[in-house]
């Protein structure tokens, strides 16, 4: 049984007016539903996931229609502007058009690569995606943004390019490695946060279906989380104002992620570290009760997230004297940074959040 809805875009040029997410319950039910029609289609996938049975077995239908299957090597690391050409090459060998139809079927490093390398090839082809990962399905695969990584730098190459379908099935997170699956979990914490008190309430008092992949309450964890995103970027796709409330936690963690080495800790271990600096940095500006401060921390403890002023992960990477002027560079690097001075999401409260420049000064307390 699917369900589905539509994702409506400004009248700007992104490749797609609207975006249709349909959800799915099992993956043999996805993958029958789609693969069909006259297009051509390449099939962007990585070493992992390709080894999956329904994958396999569909990409091997599609290898039989003739049709592109790439695969790229797995892991952060090769989420590189080789690897995106090496897709933009596979499709110009084959003689795509813009009609040609972009797939990519995997985590968010999948999905971002296979949309940038859709959005540049011929200036833009259609696009389709299928997250694998629950960060994908929650956050990375939903809602336009694109990219690779360059110069150890998180995400500093890419577009708004969102796709024509997204295809969501919930039971590719029952086989998620236990680190992907809590690293996805981070983003849809980060959204409770943001909009939704109840979700919030539920990661609290129900720590042990979340913990053992409840399907039902995933499918609800995972639908409210799209859902909340969509109306988001439906008003603000190319993230000039509302739309930066997604950062909550992001400007922390990329600059980990970043001095760390990408690949060293997850997207969402570094995004649940960088909730947790952000809502310390609230309450040293007057903005966030200690009782809130507190409820976070609680809740990010209980899942195995470090709310430490120094993620273990720097232990013995840089001199610890190093640590915060290291950060502090970092951030000002990151993408979404606009002035010499770095601007955060923050919050008073659970779905009350404001954005603001904050000091170095006050930033290297929190760090």
């Excluded at 297009?39 to 329904?54: C, F, G, M, R």
């Excluded at 077995?57 to 892991?75: H, M």
């Excluded at 950062?247 to 992620?257: I, K, S």
């Excluded at 770095?342 to 929190?366: C, G, N, P, Y």
Aim: hydrophobic content about 40%; some cysteine.
């Amino acid at each position: 049984m699917k369900k589905d809805f539509n994702i409506n875009y400004p009248m700007i040029h992104q490749g797609t007016e609207k975006t249709e997410v349909v959800f799915f319950q099992k993956e043999s039910e996805l993958f029958a539903n789609i693969g069909n029609g006259e297009n051509k289609h390449i099939y962007v996938t990585d070493s992992n996931i390709a080894l999956l049975p329904e994958v396999k077995k569909f990409l091997d239908e599609q290898k039989a229609k003739n049709q592109v299957v790439v695969i790229l090597p797995a892991g952060e690391e090769n989420k590189t502007l080789d690897s995106v050409l090496n897709i933009v090459k596979a499709a110009l060998e084959a003689d795509f058009n813009r009609n040609s139809v972009f797939t990519g079927i995997g985590g968010g490093v999948i999905t971002d690569m296979t949309a940038f390398a859709s959005s540049i090839f011929k200036r833009g082809a259609k696009l389709e995606l299928i997250p694998t990962s629950l960060l994908a399905m929650v956050d990375a695969a939903c809602g336009g943004k694109t990219g690779c990584d360059f110069e150890s730098y998180k995400n500093m190459i890419g577009s708004f390019y969102p796709a024509g379908k997204l295809y969501i099935c919930s039971e590719f997170v029952q086989s998620l490695p236990e680190s992907e699956y809590f690293s996805g979990l981070a983003e849809a914490v980060k959204t409770a946060m943001l909009y939704d008190e109840e979700m919030f309430e539920d990661f609290e008092t129900k720590a042990d279906l979340v913990r053992t992949r409840n399907p039902e309450l995933l499918d609800k964890i995972i639908e409210k989380c799209v859902r909340a995103k969509a109306k988001i970027v439906e008003e603000d796709l190319t993230e000039k104002g509302l739309r930066m409330q997604l950062n909550l936690g992001h400007t922390f963690a990329h600059a980990l992620e970043t001095v760390a080495g990408l690949g060293a800790i997850s997207h969402g271990e570094a995004v649940a570290w960088g909730c947790g600096r952000a809502v310390e940095l609230s309450q040293n500006l007057g903005l966030a009760s200690e009782t809130y401060k507190n409820r976070v921390f609680a809740m990010l403890k209980n899942y195995g997230y470090s709310t430490e002023a120094l993620h273990p992960v720097l232990n013995g990477k840089i001199p610890e004297n190093q640590v915060k002027e290291t950060l502090l560079f970092a951030m000002k690097k990151d993408k979404k940074n606009s002035s010499p001075t770095v601007r955060f999401v923050l919050q008073s409260d659970i779905k009350k959040t404001v954005i603001q420049e904050v000091s170095d000064s006050e930033v290297a307390k929190v760090l």
